[in-house]
C-alpha cells in the first residue's frame, strides 16, 4: 500500500510542462522561508538548485530510493 503518485510522466514529448514556471518554483521557496528555511529568492544558483530538485522529484524520481524498497 505504498503506491506513489511521483514521478509522473511529462504529457509533452518535448518535455514542456506549463504549470512548471518559475512562479511556481518561487511559491516553493517562499513556501520552505514560511516554515523557518532561509529565503530562496534573492540568489539565483538557490533558485535554479530548487527547480532542478523540483524537476527531478516531479518528473524524474530518485533511482536511490527505489533501490531501497526493492
Known sequence: MDERSYPIE???PDGDDPR???GFVHEVGEVLAKHGFPG???SWRDH???QQA???FIYVG????ERLVS
Open 10 to 12: 511529462l504529457a509533452d
Open 20 to 22: 512548471f514556471t518559475f
Open 40 to 42: 530562496v529568492g534573492q
Open 48 to 50: 535554479l538548485e530548487l
Open 54 to 56: 523540483l524537476y527531478r
Open 62 to 65: 530518485d533511482t536511490r530510493t
